[in-house]
């Protein structure tokens, strides 16, 4: 399995569904009622609960002469639930359900509640398929489009909520209602507190530009014709939800013998250079040694709820001593940012000295530490091997020079056996091209736009001698996003800045994406 796609077996087990059996996601004391006058307005007096834990909604619908029949991916011994695993196509397992739920013929209903966020984005073109298999003519599902508690462990996917919808209708399932259950969503401010920051966070930047409407949402879906054969529906679905990309990369990639993959990370920067290699390497052949000093604290939460729920393996440290070089020698080692340039870079420079004297092939995927001149030093790489996108860097830093300690000195050494002229893994991500139509990314229709601008901005701090500027810069961009309405501005902070100056832009079009959002997203920027 890929290293990019959720294990739900590290997730979901028995003990999981055991001390769940009489847990629901919802107020039992307002959907129940809501859905059985829903039911009612529809002519329906059955329903089929699709991953409906063990059972409590059909419970509770029994007040209301409602019969139902409930699937889970699992059920408890004694349970009359149907085991049934949404994110997997199997016509066989469907027909079985059809069977169980409608022998006589007759109206039901379709709920799918508290499930879809949950399921990895590669399996969704699977559940859309099998719940516009189910469905009779109604289908009612709940689609949160925030992280989950635990730093997103469990929201596998978010997705604004127009995607979804377009997802739906690629299985010819037409939107009839949105927001159907006003009651049951809800407005949540979370404590701000540790506990909750990747939330309050995510809130902040509104990168959907949903907050105000609260979750989850609510939706009622008719089917409107046959549902697609499974593997023309996933091929639409992989579209909308930004898979296809990944499928396209490893139908050029082979893995061809036993290499072993330890990425290396140290930066803030690092996480958005080396997450292109995990939609292309299995799980089983990555590992991560994080050195977690010089990463912010919500990043880096954001990357280890990332890699946690994908099952791969995470070695975080501080000391370099700290490391098992006996499970690591003779492995692969791939950095994104070591280099003399700063201390971030020169703990990770360390790392990849030290992995070279334990038998280690090492890579360095450039990631723009030059050509600017770094002053008092001269600039040199650890790795045999870095990645470029071109030779104009190597010459630049071997033939520039600039005056350390009274010395004339050049601004780096770069060996001729280091460099590759091949760029990075996230060149390879914008070589196959952009994804479109970027307002399923953020939640804007995109017919209401000429156009989409991502904009960076980076707070110098003074350095270089430039001022610090950031409180003009978000008064000349609120001017000029204000000015030109019919432009769609995507406000990218750089990873080492907050999003704090930025936040208050309350514009319909701008959102932010950080470093945070696009991790807890799975939104790499090589994608926007």
Known sequence: ???????????????????????????RGVLPKEIAERCSQLNCTRLLDVSGGQGNLGKDLAAWNIDTVTTDIGSLPGSDVIPFNLASHSQAATEEILRARNPGGGAYLTTCLDVLEHIDREHLGAAVHNLASLTDKYLIVSISTRPSAFDNLLHCTLLPINAWIKAFEAANMR??????????QLKIDFPVNDDFAPINHWQKADPFGDIADGEPRYLL?????????????????????????????????????????????????????LRPFLDVLPRDRVRFLIRTDYIPSLHLRSIRSFLYRNNVPVLEYNQIEELPWSLIKGQIIVSAAESTAGISHLKSFEVVAT????????????????????????LTFASHRILTWGREEKRRVNEKWHSTLDTEVPWGVFDDDQEVAIGSAKLCDQLIGPFTPLGL????????????????????????????????????????????????????????????????LKLKNVRILDDVISALADMPINRV
């Open 221 to 273: 879906l008719e089917k409107a014709a046959t549902t697609p054969g499974y593997e023309d529906l996933l091929g639409k679905v992989d579209q909308i939800t930004d898979v296809a990309y990944r499928r396209l990369k490893r139908q050029s990639f082979q893995l061809k013998n036993d290499a072993f993959f330890n990425f290396n990370i140290h930066h803030s920067q690092d996480w958005s250079l």
């Open 1 to 27: 399995m890929y290293a990019c796609i959720t294990n739900y077996d590290s997730l979901y087990n028995d003990a999981y569904r055991e001390r769940r059996a009489d847990h629901t996601s919802f107020d």
């Open 175 to 184: 939107l009839v209602e949105m927001d159907i259950f006003p009651d049951a």
């Open 355 to 378: 992995a070279r004297l334990h038998g280690c092939a090492t890579f360095l995927v450039q990631h723009g530490v030059w050509p600017r001149a770094i002053e008092d030093r001269v």
């Open 441 to 504: 990314k953020f939640g804007y229709d995109d017919e209401s736009y000429s156009k989409a601008v991502v904009v960076g901005a980076k707070n110098v701090h003074g350095r270089w001698s430039l001022p610090a500027n950031i409180p003009q810069f978000v008064d000349e961009f609120e001017k000029l996003a204000s000015d030109h309405a019919d432009t769609f501005f995507v406000l990218r902070p750089h990873p080492a800045d907050s999003i704090e100056p930025y936040a208050d």
